[in-house]
């Protein structure tokens, strides 16, 4: 079977830490006039904290108060709101027993990713991690997700990310690679097929499927 860049992204689609992100953000607005409802803030997942904050605040001072209280909220809460949705381990298990190339590609900061990926039992199991920090534009846009094929040495042909929102969904098209709809994320069918992925998934586990179909 041929190698292929398998990529993921981790909030919605490899670890179910929804309410965790929702709790964040109440708690970091709690007592201001101006805050997202619940369905603002979803529509924002998969890209920078700071660009979501960025949107309730006045100046940069403002949102940086808002990031110090979302993080500590989210540390302390983390490993109470923070599984891995059914069948992500076996799943990523088989696509290294595969010798598939693997890679993370979240807007999550480092420090999260590491907490959260530990929490799940998903650490040390990805060949590349693209978080926050290694790239100055985030998704929608393509570099995150051109930096992970970059580090695995693959081509986005033959490349599939996997994805819960369609910021994941216009990142990994305008890469140049397939795209793959994790339904079992915040988002709804309608919202992510204005992204127009390439599959469409119900569960992780119909991977080995979408990748033996790009083999064929």
């Known amino acids: 079977m041929a190698r292929h860049a398998l990529l993921f992204d981790l909030d919605g689609t490899l670890i179910d830490s929804i309410e965790l992100l929702l709790e964040s953000m109440r708690f970091a607005f709690e007592g201001r006039d101006r805050a997202p409802t619940t369905e603002e803030w979803v529509a924002g997942i998969g890209t920078p904290l700071r660009t979501q904050l960025a949107e309730w605040c006045d100046d940069a001072v403002e949102v940086e108060s808002l990031v110090e209280r979302y993080r500590d909220y989210q540390g302390i809460h983390l490993s109470r709101l923070t599984t891995?949705?059914?069948?992500?381990?076996?799943?990523?298990?088989?696509?290294?027993?595969?010798?598939?190339?693997?890679?993370?590609?979240?807007?999550?900061?480092?420090?999260?990713?590491?907490?959260?990926?530990?929490?799940?039992?998903?650490?040390?199991?990805?060949?590349?991690?693209?978080?926050?920090?290694e790239t100055e534009r985030h998704k929608p846009l393509p570099d995150p997700v051109?930096?992970?094929?970059?580090?695995?040495?693959?081509?986005?042909?033959?490349?599939?990310?996997?994805?819960?929102?369609?910021?994941?969904?216009?990142?990994?098209?305008?890469?140049?690679?397939?795209?793959?709809?994790?339904?079992w994320g915040p988002f709804s069918r309608d919202e992510l097929a204005v992204a127009a992925p390439d599959y469409w998934m119900n569960s992780i586990t119909q991977l080995p499927a979408i990748v033996a179909s790009l083999s064929s």
Not at 152 to 175: E, I, K, N
């Open 84 to 133: 891995a949705y059914p069948g992500v381990l076996d799943t990523i298990a088989w696509a290294r027993a595969e010798g598939h190339g693997i890679a993370l590609v979240t807007s999550k900061g480092r420090g999260m990713t590491a907490r959260s990926l530990e929490q799940v039992g998903l650490d040390g199991a990805f060949d590349a991690i693209v978080t926050f920090e």
């Open 146 to 183: 051109l930096l992970a094929l970059s580090r695995l040495d693959l081509p986005a042909t033959g490349a599939v990310f996997v994805g819960d929102s369609p910021h994941d969904m216009h990142a990994g098209r305008a890469a140049g690679v397939r795209t793959a709809a994790a339904q």
